[in-house]
């Protein structure tokens, strides 16, 4: 059986192409579902309705996007080694954290677990199905969350982005090389409170708040207080 795909569509994850490294081919167009609301209602008894909280702190929060991609394996890899691909598969996917970017949306990236749902095979092909469990946002190729914050204590050599260790308390100067303010989203892992130059504080509850700070152009020195991670994005931003 001669399988005529040119690699269109494929889905990079982590650093495994589905076509150029599986021979994968999807079966539609691969796409990720839309996150879930969290919803938060209480019934009144007695009251028409129920009270709606869902967007009672900080607006709407989402649930991961789940759902599921279904590939046609090359019959040249398969058709003798099936078993082999399969181990080799499970190896690298099942149940691991990738940073996944589709073929079609290629400025921008999801990152969450990849695991194989079930694999089926005739005597002609085989299929396979992909389940995963992703964030709910997706992040510009060239976001500064997940980079490690770089720095040089000494020389006070600061790069403006990334995650970095808070305990205690910890300066930093946010960088803002861009030509106009930016809006900075801050995830920690605990509460922290934020000193800026001028002496006002903001404090920030353990998980992530949009629009934390805004910087202005060029230097902008705070100290953060506490003992968490903290992760600065300040990059395009994370968009549904």
């Not at 194989?116 to 992703?134: G, P, R």
């Not at 006070?156 to 900075?184: M, Q, W």
């Not at 998980?207 to 968490?228: C, E, H, K, R, Y």
Request: glycine share 8%; charged share 20%.
């Amino acid at each position: 059986m001669d399988m005529i795909y040119d690699g269109a569509h494929g889905i990079t994850i982590g650093d495994k192409h589905t076509w150029q490294d599986f021979k994968m081919a999807p079966t539609a167009r691969p796409w990720v579902e839309p996150p879930g609301v969290k919803t938060e209602y209480v019934d009144i008894p007695g009251a028409h309705g129920s009270l709606d909280y869902t967007e009672i702190l900080n607006g709407v929060k989402y649930t991961n996007r789940q759902g599921s991609w279904e590939f046609i394996i090359n019959p040249e890899v398969t058709v003798n080694n099936w078993a082999a691909v399969y181990s080799q598969l499970l190896a690298y996917l099942q149940g691991k954290q990738f940073r996944i970017i589709l073929d079609d949306d290629p400025e921008y990236y999801y990152l969450g677990r990849v695991s194989i749902n079930k694999w089926k095979s005739d005597q002609y092909y085989s299929t396979i199905v992909l389940d995963y469990n992703v964030e709910p946002f997706k992040y510009p190729i060239s976001s500064t969350a997940r980079i490690t914050w770089k720095w040089n204590e000494l020389f006070s050599n600061v790069i403006h982005y990334g995650t970095f260790v808070v305990e205690g308390t910890k300066a930093r100067n946010l960088i803002n090389d861009t030509e106009a303010p930016v809006s900075v989203a801050i995830t920690c892992t605990d509460a922290i409170v934020i000193t800026l130059a001028d002496g006002d504080e903001v404090s920030l509850v353990a998980g992530t708040t949009d629009n934390a700070l805004t910087l202005a152009v060029g230097d902008n020195f705070v100290s953060f207080a506490g003992n968490a991670e903290v992760t600065v994005d300040y990059s395009t931003g994370r968009i549904l």
